[in-house]
């Protein structure tokens, strides 16, 4: 069965730095594209960024450019997001999805991310 864990969220201080796994397995993880989502209290998903199965290839948001890096270990089956200079704004919940946008089938369960100020 397909399974994608999230881990590594937090609370965090304005300005500060945190980093996100998302823990594979059930499916040939470098055959598929990958997607970190984010849903913010009371708002709607946001796609924060999007890794291609050969890493050559990859979105952000403009809400997270530059401060924001998504990876992938595919000998690891994991993905990741490297989230620097952390802002209020960046609190959400943090899903990782197998694919992109309306071509997502999978999705984890989240993790929450806090940013005070």
């Known amino acids: 069965q397909v399974q994608l864990v999230e881990s590594g969220g937090g609370l965090v201080q304005n300005g500060g730095s945190l980093r996100l796994s998302c823990a594979t397995s059930?499916?040939?993880?470098?055959?598929?594209?990958l997607s970190w989502v984010r849903q913010a209290p009371g708002k709607g998903l946001e796609w924060v960024s999007v890794i291609n199965t050969g890493s050559g290839s990859t979105y952000y948001a403009d809400s997270v450019k530059g401060r924001f890096t998504i990876s992938r270990d595919n000998a690891k089956n994991t993905l990741y997001l490297q989230m620097n200079s952390l802002k209020p704004e960046d609190t959400a919940l943090y899903y990782c999805?197998?694919?992109?946008?309306?071509?997502?089938?999978?999705w984890g369960k989240g993790t929450l991310v806090t940013v005070s100020s």
């Open positions: 059930g499916f040939t993880f470098s055959c598929y594209t």
């Open positions: 999805a197998r694919g992109s946008w309306m071509a997502t089938d999978y």
